[in-house]
């Protein structure tokens, strides 16, 4: 009568080394990490600007995407709970298959010998070796991103436009506020009623009004021009 002898035995807890993929991003070949875009029209026209392969998010041309996903080991344990043997040489299954009972019994995943360890430590050697290699031969982890960023015009107005916005926001609200104060004026009865509407405003509107026209206000605006 033959013997059959397996690595392991029901109720035996093993280590099943395996690789996992996490989430990761390249260093940007455009901005060189700064995010941001400085550019020289030929007039003499400075911008700045986010940079847009950074900013975008691609959808439809992942080569042009920073994202990607790369392979990592994973060493999970596991108590053997059933064992399958093929004798037949040269099947793909031969030898010995393990089910264990976190995954299932009967039905569930079935564990090939190899993948399978007494140690943990074992485990993760294993784990790290698969993930090199799923890293080296899997054509969407090696190819990174190969086509050239096309910038179009209307990026690079946008910024000024952006900026031309705000300003023009700014000086609204500041001639808003002003005139609201001329008009208490011209409406006041009286000299009491005049310097109530004064300190309203000084109390109310003139620090954030002092605030639109600040330098750091103007000198974005000239740096973007």
């Not at 799923?134 to 991103?145: F, G, K, L, S």
């Amino acid at each position: 009568m033959a013997t059959i002898t397996t690595k392991f035995s029901i109720g035996e807890t093993v280590y099943h080394a395996g690789t996992t993929t996490e989430k990761r991003r390249r260093p940007c070949p455009d901005c060189l990490g700064s995010k941001k875009w400085e550019t020289t029209s030929p007039a003499g026209t400075k911008y700045t600007f986010d940079c847009p392969r950074c900013a975008a998010q691609y959808q439809s041309e992942r080569d042009l995407a920073l994202d990607y996903a790369q392979f990592a080991p994973c060493v999970s344990p596991l108590t053997i709970g059933s064992i399958q043997y093929n004798t037949a040489k040269g099947s793909y299954d031969e030898g010995a298959r393990y089910m264990c009972r976190e995954t299932g019994i009967g039905s569930g995943s079935v564990y090939s010998e190899t993948d399978l360890f007494a140690s943990e430590a074992e485990a993760l050697e294993a784990a790290k070796a698969k993930a090199d290699v799923q890293n080296v031969e899997t054509p969407w982890v090696v190819v990174q991103y190969n086509k050239s960023l096309r910038l179009s015009d209307y990026q690079l107005s946008n910024a000024i436009l952006e900026l031309a916005k705000d300003e023009k926001s700014r000086a609204h609200s500041l001639l808003w506020n002003i005139s609201d104060l001329f008009g208490r004026i011209e409406e006041a009865a009286d000299k009491e009623e005049i310097l109530e509407a004064v300190e309203d405003y000084k109390n109310y509107d003139w620090q954030r009004d002092k605030d639109k026209i600040a330098p750091s206000h103007m000198d974005a605006m000239s740096g973007a021009s």
